[in-house]
T-cell receptor, first 112, second 118 residues
Framework: DAGITQSPRHKVTETGTPVTLRCHQT?????MYWYRQDPGHGLRLIHY???????DKGEVSDGYSVSRSKTEDFLLTLESATSSQTSVYFC???????????FGEGSRLTVL | AQKVTQAQTEISVVEKEDVTLDCVYE???????LFWYKQPPSGELVFLIR??????QNEISGRYSWNFQKSTSSFNFTITASQVVDSAVYFC???????????????FGQGTTLQVKP
């Protein structure tokens, strides 16, 4: 258990509204990741961070932005949510010593 | 490009049967990692194993075992004497091995839903 907390856990919003998902970790892991899970696609990487203020794009980054102002927090923002962004979002952190990737409990987002 | 294929979408077995979940991967990296995760109905992702591309030894952990064969680019997962609690979605995943950030950039298969009936 890497002490990963995602908030909110559930959110329903309307098309065009901004949404921010928060990932908070207590293990001081340097690397953090945001994935989305959709039926038939497994999990796909949206963005990742390799340190404070250091972020990069993943496989499905369009429509998303991220920020990391502190080691423990990694924010995922949908500037203008669309129905195609309805998904379950998982945050993950990497234990650099063991190589194990720990996942949060997920945030279910519904965009109407 | 990297790719992971789990051809079995759903598997149903009766308790105590053995079951093997298949995973085939594609990568041009010489160093890479392979993973298996379990996602029970409650939705969380549970880490099962991480295997380095240079370590082809099979691994056994209780009722779980993994068979890694580089020659066929496969990393199959076997559950012996399955139990109802094994019912879940199982994901196989692949990451590059160059640099720590790449280690966490996983390419997932589509998942295999395992149903174990009593």
């Amino acid at each position: 258990d890497a002490g990963i907390t995602q908030s909110p856990r559930h959110k329903v919003t309307e098309t065009g509204t901004p949404v921010t998902l928060r990932c908070h970790q207590t293990e001081n892991h340097r690397y953090m990741y945001w994935y989305r899970q959709d039926p038939g696609h497994g999990l796909r990487l949206i963005h990742y961070s390799y340190g404070v203020k250091d972020t990069d794009k993943g496989e499905v980054s369009d429509g998303y932005s991220v920020s990391r102002s502190k080691t423990e927090d990694f924010l995922l923002t949908l500037e203008s949510a669309t129905s195609s962004q309805t998904s379950v979002y998982f945050c993950a952190t990497l234990d650099g010593n063991t190589g194990e990737l720990f996942f949060g409990e997920g945030s279910r987002l519904t965009v109407l | 490009a990297q790719k992971v294929t789990q051809a079995q979408t759903e598997i149903s077995v009766v308790e105590k049967e053995d079951v093997t979940l298949d995973c085939v991967y594609e990568t041009r990296d010489t160093t890479y990692y392979l993973f298996w995760y379990k996602q029970p109905p409650s939705g969380e992702l549970v880490f099962l194993i991480r295997r380095n591309s240079f370590d082809e030894q099979n691994e056994i952990s209780g009722r779980y075992s993994w068979n890694f064969q580089k020659s066929t680019s496969s990393f199959n997962f076997t559950i012996t004497a399955s139990q109802v609690v094994d019912s879940a979605v199982y994901f196989c995943a692949l990451s590059g091995g160059h640099g720590s950030s790449n280690t966490g950039k996983l390419i997932f298969g589509q998942g295999t839903t395992l149903q174990v009936k009593p």
